[in-house]
């Protein structure tokens, strides 16, 4: 095995140092050291689920057959048991720090006098053209900014900052970087610092902290806007306010590190500027004592009301019994996502928590089939509904847990896990109000049909249940497109709230008890479908989804892209209120396409094909990630049903952008991993002319692609699903049989080829690129019938196989322009009726 580890007191270059490596050796696993630096310990509180990560105890040293050492050149640093490694232990070195004797030398090293380990790893990444998500970015940005003292170190080089504008256009999060960094500071400042910390109050409002510090001193110093930041930090309070005199004039420097601080007020008064999170103003030829009132007086002002647990926590809640066994629960965690479930006993009270980590330690020891009441934990957390956003954050980095049960009278009614935590330290705030949707609903819907959501989000509220609108049409509010295609989900029992609504409103109710949703039509015709909330997951790559129930959030993020992964809330309470937890408006916006997961075209390949389907309908591009994951992910085409395959082309065509598509397709590599074709320009004019005279059928076009290959028939059959495709093949193939020669007469062509359809003969002139064949399918469709049966009867000929030859020889003399007229006709008929036919 191979393993990648760091040094002591871990800090965030070694930590980022640590995923970036395991970005280079994937195989390999990442061992933490137990000390780590308390910003890096507050860090992984939070965002430790989402690293890969494996302690010392967990790892056989005496195993390792490559030790990957960054951030670190020294055994000795990085706390590992080194009299277990074997002496054939291979070592590679990623450093930065000047060389010391007892530096370890390695069969690879990588070390150089940059600011940050980081910035080398960064720079394999990227030669080797590895995929970095923003997530990554960031992490990646915490150790180059806090390594090079936000590139102030001396250290810092001209590929520090390279990389850094790199990390920018991966979406690195300065914000967050910002949130968990620090500064060194001069001899003066430390001496400033200490001052303002011992003149500190704090203040607290609305469960938050600020903290407000005065001082006075006759000379001028630099530096007071990082001071207050570090103020900040380092009381662990929510803002700062410093407020202090230099030689005449009153300095005020404002930070927060909550988006529930908005600091405009205040620069409002104080004729300040800077932003709602970082400002300053300067009071010139001002007492200290009155500026101080004037900023306490505007104080209550500034907090925006905080996000609570009964906003963000997930429900209802998924919990197991202290009876099922760990390997069930390991089960549950996979099909949900969850690493981790509160346990109730029969009376669905509260008695533990059992997390991964609990459940992996049973099954390293092989006791899958012992009881969850055996591991769980019974030291549990718990908050209330009305707990905020901070205290959540504070609880979960001081008991370092991953999900904390929200209580109510005794009983469990949400839990929050870390990653909606995280969903709401990332979520930016956004333009469009709930009003301006509500006035968009009233402008794209007509008027009985809002109202219609009107009086159902009334009934909602009545029996306690949350109702939402879902789906393109909510995606299409946001874009003034028309869309009257009505989905709802309910927080609830989908089929019973159909019911209820019936019962109020009259109509009719289909269930469909399988998959929890009906479809109710009003009195009026309007169809609505109604769907209960659930979460799905993959048992295999590209198999059917299994189907649980579940909440709005977990609904919305088994959706296939962001911009199709919102809700409206149409309650009367919060008719209007927009859900969008994975920023589906903001790849509006950038006009992006956006998979919610990285695993999403591995569950269902055929999203790859929805993909190009909206970016061509929206002209949108595939984000970065994206068209990475589809090219990597479109050999799994192969493995999904024809049927499904073929629908998603067939939507491709109804949005009339099929030639289009099928070039994008291409450049995924989606016909070479299924047919082993690459569209060339001859066969993509072919499919023009295709679709230009009407073959809207997506088999047809996989037939136009694939014609001409010398298997081309193998390649299609798997998509020839009906009766009428299979004839089309065989009437193809046997098209390619019959010999045509350069001076064939019509009616020679009309001998060979009557026994088959016009669209198949004009489908196979298209493919082979025959004229001859397309005159005679011209004029063919163009030929009216100069007589019929009727005409036989009357001369006396009686019924039987000799109508079809005689109309059949007629046909080959109007082809040839021997007979043009009906009177022609009845002549040569009457003849041939006198020389017996």
Not at 5 to 24: C, P, R, T
Not at 322 to 341: A, K, N
Request: glycine letters at 4%.
């Amino acid at each position: 095995m191979d393993v990648i580890v760091s040094h002591m007191n871990l800090d965030f270059d070694g930590l980022a140092s640590l995923l970036a490596a395991k970005k280079l050796y994937p195989s390999a696993e990442v061992a933490l050291s137990e000390k780590q630096q308390p910003t890096v310990k507050s860090y992984l509180a939070i965002y430790r689920d989402q690293l890969a990560l494996s302690t010392y105890e967990q790892i056989r040293w005496s195993q390792v057959k490559t030790l990957i050492l960054v951030d670190v050149a020294s055994m000795n640093r990085t706390g590992i048991p080194v009299d277990d490694l074997s002496n054939e232990t291979k070592t590679i070195l990623y450093d930065h720090h000047p060389p010391k004797e007892d530096d370890v030398q390695g069969e690879e090293r990588y070390v150089e006098q940059v600011g940050a380990t980081i910035t080398l790893l960064m720079e394999r990444l990227l030669k080797e053209k590895v995929t970095i998500t923003p997530f990554e970015a960031t992490l990646f940005g915490l150790g180059l900014y806090t390594d090079t003292g936000n590139f102030t170190f001396k250290q810092t080089t001209s590929r520090d900052l390279y990389i850094a504008y790199i990390l920018k256009g991966l979406e690195m999060d300065v914000t967050l970087i910002n949130h968990f960094s620090e500064q060194s500071l001069t001899t003066e400042e430390k001496q400033l610092f200490q001052i303002l910390l011992t003149n500190s109050e704090e203040i607290t409002i609305s469960g938050m902290t600020i903290l407000i510090t005065t001082h006075e001193q006759s000379t001028y110093q630099n530096g007071l806007a990082t001071l207050t930041r570090r103020l900040m930090e380092s009381t662990d309070s929510d803002a700062t306010l410093s407020i202090v005199k230099m030689k005449d004039h009153v300095y005020v420097v404002a930070r927060s590190s909550s988006n529930r601080i908005d600091f405009q007020p205040l620069m409002d008064d104080l004729g300040g500027g800077g932003h709602s999170q970082a400002a300053s103003a300067t009071m010139k030829k001002q007492e200290l004592n009155s500026v101080v009132k004037k900023v306490k007086h505007v104080i209550n002002r500034m907090i925006k009301p905080s996000v609570t647990a009964s906003e963000m926590m997930a429900k209802p809640v998924k919990f197991v019994s202290p009876y099922d066994s760990i390997d069930e629960v390991l089960e549950r965690m996979y099909q949900y996502g969850h690493t981790g479930f509160p346990v109730l006993n029969e009376d669905g009270y509260l008695i533990g928590v059992i997390s991964r980590r609990d459940v992996d330690k049973a099954t390293h020891h092989g006791l899958g089939h012992a009881p969850v009441k055996a591991y769980m934990s019974t030291q549990i957390v718990t908050l209330e509904p009305t707990s905020s956003l901070e205290e959540i954050q504070t609880t979960m980095m001081k008991h370092n847990i991953g999900r904390i049960p929200i209580m109510l009278n005794q009983n469990v009614v949400g839990i929050v896990s870390r990653t909606d935590v995280i969903e709401q330290l990332h979520r930016k705030s956004r333009p469009v109000t709930d009003q301006s949707i509500v006035t968009k609903m009233q402008a794209q819907l007509p008027p009985d049909t809002y109202n219609l959501l009107r009086e159902i989000g009334a009934i909602a509220d009545s029996h306690g249940i949350n109702v939402y609108l879902i789906g393109g049409i909510v995606r299409d509010f946001l874009l003034n497109r028309l869309n009257e295609d009505i989905d709802l989900v309910v927080e609830g029992d989908g089929i019973s709230f159909a019911h209820t609504i019936r019962e109020q409103l009259g109509g009719q109710i289909k269930t469909h008890e399988q998959f929890a949703t009906a479809t109710w039509t009003t009195p009026t015709n309007i169809k609505l479908d109604i769907v209960t909330c659930r979460t799905e997951y993959y048992d295999a790559p590209a198999a059917l989804p299994t189907v649980r129930a579940s909440n709005i959030r977990e609904d919305l993020r088994r959706r296939d892209f962001s911009i199709n992964a919102l809700a409206l809330q149409i309650n009367k309470s919060d008719f209007g209120k927009l859900l969008d937890f994975f920023q589906g408006q903001e790849d509006m916006d950038n006009k992006e396409i956006r998979i919610l997961h990285n695993l999403s075209f591995i569950e269902d390949p055929t999203r790859i094909v929805r993909a190009i389907r909206f970016a061509l309908r929206f002209d949108y591009t595939l984000a970065k990630q994206t068209e990475e994951l589809a090219l990597n992910a479109s050999y799994l085409l192969k493995q999904v049903s024809a049927t499904r395959f073929l629908r998603e082309i067939q939507l491709l065509i109804n949005e009339e952008t099929i030639i289009r598509g099928v070039k994008l397709l291409d450049s995924l590599h989606v016909w070479q991993s299924l047919f082993n074709l690459k569209p060339t320009i001859e066969s993509l004019m072919k499919l023009e002319q295709v679709i230009a005279y009407h073959f809207n059928d997506a088999f047809i076009v996989i037939l136009t692609l694939n014609y001409g290959q010398h298997n081309w028939k193998q390649k299609v059959k798997r998509y020839s699903l009906t009766t009428k495709q299979n004839q089309l093949i065989q009437q193809l193939e046997a098209m390619q049989t019959v010999p045509l020669s350069k001076n064939e007469t019509m009616s020679s062509i009309h001998n060979r080829y009557h026994m088959f359809k016009e669209d198949t003969i004009l489908l196979y002139t298209i493919l082979t690129e025959n004229t001859l064949l397309r005159n005679y399918v011209e004029k063919r469709e163009q030929l009216k019938p100069l007589l019929t049966g009727q005409d036989l009867l009357m001369q006396g000929i009686k019924p039987g196989p000799i109508f079809s030859d005689i109309l059949h020889q007629l046909t080959c003399f109007q082809l040839d322009n021997e007979i043009i007229n009906r009177n022609d006709a009845l002549t040569w008929l009457q003849a041939k009726r006198k020389n017996n036919l």
